[in-house]
């Protein structure tokens, strides 16, 4: 099994920076496709950044520019680097893993990040 625990989330003001990490840790398969994805009490879980095995990213509309992901794969980890915070980013955000091989979904327990104005 894969576990993905997440780290970094806090209370931020407005125009702060935060930095989200996700360890992978587990029967890890060989290619994968890390993000990370978040949430708000009431609404769908919204996809906010991905990176492949071989680098190649994705990003959402609302957070380019601000957001960075990065993946080192050989310390089994996931990156958010979150700049220009706003009180609409707060949310629950969860890491995520796509198994490429199985096609299986895996999630963390999510971390909290709270944007003051």
């Known amino acids: 099994q894969v576990q993905l625990v997440e780290s970094g989330g806090g209370s931020v003001q407005a125009g702060g920076s935060l930095k989200l990490s996700c360890a992978a840790t587990g029967r890890l398969p060989g290619a994968s496709t890390m993000g990370w994805y978040r949430q708000v009490p009431g609404k769908q879980r919204e996809f906010i950044a991905s990176v492949t095995s071989g680098g190649t990213t994705s990003i959402a509309d609302s957070v380019e520019g601000r957001f960075t992901i990065s993946r080192d794969n050989a310390k089994k980890m996931v990156y958010l680097q979150m700049n220009t915070l706003k009180p609409e980013d707060t949310a629950a955000y969860y890491c995520?893993?796509?198994?490429?091989?199985?096609?299986?979904?895996?999630w963390g327990q999510g971390t909290q990040v709270t944007v003051s104005s």
């Open positions: 995520h893993m796509f198994s490429t091989g199985t096609t299986r979904h895996y």
